[in-house]
Structure formats: C-alpha cells, structure tokens
C-alpha cells in the first residue's frame, strides 16, 4: 500500500474506540503491516525460549481513547516496545507521543522505525532505546525474512534484558534465490548430489518469505512429495526482474527438474529469452496463492 507523503489528513478522524483485550508482555510489537505482524509472530514460534510477545495492528489502534487503554493495560506494562510505523509520524503521532510518554516515565525501551525507505527524524526523537539498537531493528526489519525477524525478536529481547546481543548481523535477502523447504533433505541443502526421484520445482515470490507466509509452498511441496516426486523450491522479487530471471533459468537448467510449478501467476514470456520458466524444457504449470479467505 503506497501512502502519500502529503496526505495529512489524520487517521484517527472516522476511527472508533475499541479495546483489543489483551494482557501485558515482555515484547509489544505493533506494525500497520499484517505482514510484518505475521512474520514476527512466526519468527517468536521458530525461536526456543522466546520472551512473551503481543502483536497489534495499528490500524486497530487509531482512536486516542484505543492508544489510551492499550497504552494503559499492555504498553506500561512491557519491557521493551517496538513500533513499524507506515507513513511516518503524522499517520500515528498520538500514539507515538503517548507511547513516547509513558516509557520515557516507565524506563521502558522504545524503538520506532519507519515502515518504508524514508527516514522520518521525529520517529527517532520518540525513540528511548539507543540508537545503534533502534538502527538494528530498522535494519532487521527492512530486509525482513526468516532470520532478520528472528534477529529483530532476539534484539528486542535483549533490550528488554532477557539475553544477549544477537551475534547476526541485518542481512539482505538476495532477489533471488533456493528456498529450503521444512522437508528438504540434509544431503540438499549441503549441495550433495544423490540418486532422487523425478524433480518438481516450485518457483514463488520473495514477499511470501519476507512475510514468512510460506504455508502455502510448504504444503504444496508436501503433496507433490507424496506423490512420488522430489521438490526445491526457488524465490524470486519478480520474473521480470533480469538478474531474478537468469538465476532462475540457470538452476533450472542445472536441476533439470521433470515439472515447473509456477506460484507467480506470471508467465514471464520474453521477446528475445523466453521464458525462464522453459529453460529446462520441461511442462509447466501455473498456480495461484489466493488474497482473500476461504470463505471469500
């Protein structure tokens, strides 16, 4: 969702108060962003150990008196607060001010991050927890993906004086690359080669894995598996994109795999190339993750 910058209009204006019932925690993290709030809460499944944790939607969150009681009955109460906040300020500044506030008063970190590439300087005003941390949790939470929200989970941990510094570094997620799945094999994902059963591969895109939404793939690969066939997975930003493409024509050819399944919806059909969906040669076939639920 694009926000403009000049929309100044406040959000809390139609919003209506409501109390999201939750308890206090160790950890609050509260992001506009459904993705960003599912990919942290996978990252606090996947982790052992993990300090208590409360997800919330800022959306949720745009009526003063809904900051005031979700300030009152879960944020006084944390140990350490991050905030991913789209459009920057003004599009939650009661609730920055009154989170700001209180954990000034309370001691309690508090690291707000800009939810897109604009650099917002009030958001780090508002901000109680050091800079090098805040500029961590940025960075964590900008790449995204499995391990920079799970290093973004371990800092906030730390912050809230529950364990040590992580030792990983935020790390970029290339625009393309082998996604191993749950199920793969040892022997795969140490590069060595063995006698398998025929090849399917499913070829997704990256914004599934920097939204740990890869449900869907992984149950996808477990019903061709129990078909008979092997399954490797590859991630893409877009086949459009020509790096993306060539690394996908090039694992194709390489693997030659039996069967393609495409879970982009797209066919990348190129005047001069091709398709690097055809590299291998081989019958592909398209897939559809749906955007809306079940019921829809």
């Given at each position: 969702?694009?926000?403009?910058?000049?929309?100044?209009?406040?959000?809390?204006?139609?919003?209506?108060?409501?109390?999201?019932?939750?308890?206090?925690?160790?950890?609050?993290?509260?992001?506009?962003?459904?993705?960003?709030?599912?990919?942290?809460?996978?990252?606090?499944?996947?982790?052992?150990?993990a300090p208590g944790l409360?997800?919330?939607?800022?959306?949720?969150?745009r009526?003063?008196?809904?900051?005031?009681?979700?300030?009152?009955?879960?944020?006084?109460g944390?140990r350490c607060?991050?905030?991913?906040?789209?459009?920057?300020?003004?599009?939650?500044?009661?609730?920055?001010?009154?989170?700001f506030?209180?954990?000034?008063?309370?001691?309690?970190?508090?690291a707000?991050?800009?939810?897109?590439?604009?650099?917002?300087?009030?958001?780090?005003?508002?901000s109680?927890?050091?800079?090098?941390?805040?500029?961590?949790l940025?960075?964590?939470?900008r790449?995204?993906?499995?391990?920079?929200?799970a290093?973004?989970?371990r800092?906030?941990g730390?912050?809230?004086?529950?364990?040590?510094?992580?030792v990983?570094?935020?790390?970029?997620l290339?625009?393309?690359?082998?996604?191993?799945?749950?199920?793969?094999?040892?022997?795969?994902?140490?590069?060595?080669k063995q006698?398998?059963?025929?090849?399917?591969v499913?070829?997704?895109?990256?914004?599934?894995?920097?939204?740990a939404?890869?449900?869907?793939?992984?149950?996808?690969?477990?019903?061709?598996r129990?078909r008979?066939?092997?399954v490797?997975a590859?991630y893409?930003?877009?086949?459009?994109?020509?790096?993306?493409?060539?690394?996908?024509?090039?694992?194709?050819?390489?693997?030659?795999?039996a069967?393609?399944?495409?879970?982009?919806?797209?066919?990348?059909?190129?005047?001069?190339?091709?398709?690097?969906?055809?590299a291998?040669?081989?019958?592909?076939?398209?897939?559809?993750?749906?955007?809306a639920?079940?019921?829809s």
């Amino acid at each position: 969702m694009h926000l403009l910058a000049r929309e100044t209009r406040s959000l809390d204006e139609d919003a209506q108060a409501v109390d999201l019932g939750q308890t206090p925690a160790d950890i609050v993290f509260l992001s506009f962003s459904d993705a960003d709030l599912g990919a942290m809460a996978m990252a606090w499944q996947a982790l052992p150990g993990a300090p208590g944790l409360r997800l919330a939607n800022l959306g949720r969150l745009r009526h003063p008196m809904s900051v005031d009681l979700y300030v009152e009955q879960v944020a006084a109460g944390a140990r350490c607060i991050v905030v991913r906040l789209l459009g920057g300020f003004d599009y939650w500044a009661y609730g920055v001010q009154e989170l700001f506030a209180t954990c000034r008063a309370r001691g309690i970190p508090l690291a707000i991050v800009p939810g897109d590439v604009r650099e917002d300087e009030r958001l780090r005003a508002h901000s109680t927890a050091p800079d090098a941390a805040v500029a961590s949790l940025d960075a964590y939470l900008r790449h995204g993906g499995p391990a920079n929200m799970a290093g973004a989970l371990r800092l906030a941990g730390h912050l809230a004086g529950l364990g040590p510094v992580p030792v990983e570094a935020p790390e970029p997620l290339p625009g393309a690359g082998e996604y191993f799945l749950t199920s793969s094999p040892a022997s795969q994902r140490e590069g060595v080669k063995q006698e398998s059963p025929p090849l399917a591969v499913i070829v997704f895109y990256r914004s599934h894995l920097l939204a740990a939404d890869v449900a869907p793939v992984e149950a996808l690969a477990g019903a061709v598996r129990a078909r008979g066939l092997a399954v490797r997975a590859l991630y893409v930003s877009s086949l459009k994109d020509p790096d993306a493409a060539a690394f996908v024509a090039e694992r194709l050819r390489a693997w030659r795999p039996a069967v393609v399944l495409n879970a982009t919806a797209f066919a990348a059909r190129q005047a001069a190339a091709g398709s690097p969906l055809r590299a291998a040669g081989v019958p592909g076939l398209q897939g559809f993750l749906a955007v809306a639920g079940r019921e829809s």
